[in-house]
């Protein structure tokens, strides 16, 4: 991952700083390593930011921004990467959630017909809380740990493939005569 493309797509430091809600961490965002581009940090962020994707409360952004602060890696990738469940995927993660929460507490998935209302979150939620949140978690932990080695695996190789790059238009820049 090439840190001058993570920061074109990024906003600054400054930008994030200013707003009036992250106003309200005070001091706890001159942590430096919150604003690091590199392997790890991102790494640790896509990891936070995919945990707290999973989780099923309309407040991610916050918690993966809290993750962050308390884990020490790069806040706004961390927060960018809980869109991964937008209102567009919400529905199918937390179906999934519920399905892969049913088969590990090893019952059968109950036919329940969805319905946007407070009432159906009341009387049909208790129906299903348990294994949607084992769900919910087991995936969470499932996908952070594949984003985080999925971005190491990249990063190293895009580090090598620039070595190797660099090598040869060294060595070319060696051979031309002057």
Request: aromatic letters at 10%; glycine letters at 8%; a positive charge.
């Amino acid at each position: 991952m090439p840190r001058r493309n993570l920061k074109q797509l990024l906003p600054s430091q400054r930008k994030i700083r200013s707003g009036r809600t992250v106003r309200l961490f005070g001091g706890v965002l001159n942590n430096p390593n919150l604003w690091h581009l590199n392997r790890h940090s991102v790494a640790l962020a896509v990891a936070v930011g995919l945990f707290a994707a999973f989780i099923p409360v309309p407040v991610q952004m916050i918690l993966a921004a809290a993750g962050a602060i308390v884990v020490g890696c790069n806040l706004p990738v961390s927060v960018v990467v809980v869109w991964v469940s937008n209102p567009v995927t919400m529905a199918p993660l937390l179906f999934a959630a519920y399905k892969f929460g049913v088969w590990l507490i090893g019952g059968s998935p109950k036919s329940i017909q969805f319905e946007m209302s407070v009432d159906w979150m009341v009387t049909k939620l208790v129906d299903v809380w348990q294994p949607l949140l084992l769900g919910c978690f087991s995936l969470g932990l499932a996908t952070a740990l594949v984003g985080y080695i999925t971005v190491q695996i990249v990063w190293r190789i895009h580090v090598i493939y620039s070595w190797k790059g660099r090598r040869i238009r060294r060595a070319s820049e060696r051979q031309l005569p002057r």
